[in-house]
């Protein structure tokens, strides 16, 4: 079956690094996304990583694989007020291009 | 370059009315994909389109339609309108996976808020 679980609420400091967890059951997904949403907006793609890969790192954010316990997780370095947003994991399975969400994890960081 | 676009903001309408959303992709995108994201819920996928067909259907009723235009731009119908389907209606454009397999990752519109009196 095809899904997609994240923790709902996630609260740190300014400065600190959020760490987001996310995990899966399709083990045919191929490319696993992270995306950012504010409020009453649209979503903003923020990385991806190809299910063969391990890590993938881009600036502040690190993204972790365990394709073994199907468990992806997003790292963010110094987190800042301006990274307050929910952000959803998504699944893209080989059968086609439809993407898989998760519930959200809602980021809040205290000044 | 411009990003993907969606028309209107924000619509209000009544019960059992028919509704269309529109949606132009980021330039250079040929697929068209349509996500319903109800209040405090991640989105759910509707359907794709690619060369002006339906290749890809979420588990939606058949009020939910779309069509896609030679120049690539894509419409949703929802006919018979009911509470429920008061949500965010999100367009996603990407470049077919043909071309690339890592070209192919969807890049999102504002949405559409959609509210069901």
């Known amino acids: 079956g095809e899904d997609v679980e994240q923790s709902l609420f996630l609260s740190v400091r300014e400065g600190d690094s959020s760490v987001i967890n996310c995990t899966y059951t399709?083990?045919?997904?191929?490319?696993l996304y992270w995306y950012k949403q504010e409020p009453g907006a649209g979503l903003q793609l923020l990385t991806y990583i190809f299910s063969n890969m391990d890590m993938k790192q881009d600036q502040r954010l690190t993204v972790l694989l365990n394709k073994k316990d199907k468990h992806l997780s997003l790292r963010i370095a110094d987190t800042q007020t301006g990274d307050s947003a929910i952000y959803f994991c998504a699944e893209r399975g080989d059968q086609g291009g439809k993407l898989i969400f998760g519930q959200g994890t809602e980021l809040s960081v205290k000044p | 370059d411009a990003g993907v676009t969606q028309s209107p903001t924000h619509l209000i309408k009544t019960r059992g009315q028919q509704v269309t959303l529109r949606c132009s992709p980021k330039?250079?995108?040929?697929?068209v994909s349509w996500y319903q994201q109800a209040l405090g819920q991640g989105p759910q996928f509707i359907f794709q389109?690619?060369?002006?067909?339906?290749?890809q259907r979420g588990n939606f009723p058949d009020r939910f339609s779309g069509h896609q235009f030679p120049n690539y731009s894509s419409e949703l119908n929802v006919n018979a309108l009911l509470l429920g389907d008061s949500a965010l209606y999100l367009c996603?454009?990407?470049?077919?996976?043909?071309?690339?397999?890592?070209?192919?990752?969807?890049?999102f519109g504002p949405g559409t808020r959609l509210t069901v009196l």
């Open positions: 389109y690619y060369e002006e067909e339906e290749r």
């Open positions: 399709d083990s045919s997904s191929t490319y």
């Open positions: 330039s250079g995108h040929d697929t």
């Open positions: 996603a454009s990407s470049l077919d996976r043909t071309s690339g397999r890592a070209r192919d990752t969807q890049y």
